[in-house]
């Protein structure tokens, strides 16, 4: 199957495996210059993000998080989210996200069922996340 080229005349081929890990890296090949999201007034190109998501996949590397581990993200819904799960993904990682609005000591159950390999909270959501910790 073939997509239109957003920026090109040559059509672009979609990925052959229909799971995420590829998606962002494949698209920024082909159309790297075009927006992959919006955010905030602020745009950010697929070339961009896969980049982003790259450098996100080697932190959470160089955290001890590898293929089948679980990451847990606290925060809202931003670009970085977006980043976290596309680098969880290449590397085979879930994720698993975390409802903000969860009392500490639900999201502390929620934690022990889940054992997530490595927590990652935003700004403003950290002193909930470390009350979580127990």
Do not use: K
Request: charged share 15%; glycine share 6%; with cysteine.
């Amino acid at each position: 199957m073939t997509v239109p080229a957003l920026s090109s005349t040559a059509p672009i081929s979609e990925p052959a495996a229909l799971d995420i890990s590829g998606w962002i890296a494949h698209w920024a090949q082909w159309t790297p210059g075009q927006t992959a999201l919006r955010f905030e007034g602020r745009c950010v190109t697929y070339a961009e993000l896969a980049s982003a998501v790259r450098r996100a996949a080697a932190w959470l590397a160089a955290s001890g998080v590898s293929r089948g581990d679980r990451v847990a993200y606290l925060g809202p819904n931003c670009p970085e989210l977006l980043e976290l799960l596309f680098a969880c993904a290449s590397m085979g990682a879930i994720f698993v996200p975390l409802n903000t609005r969860m009392p500490a000591a639900e999201l502390r159950v929620f934690l022990a069922a889940t054992r997530p390999r490595l927590v990652v909270a935003e700004n403003g959501f950290r002193d909930v996340a470390l009350a979580s910790a127990g």
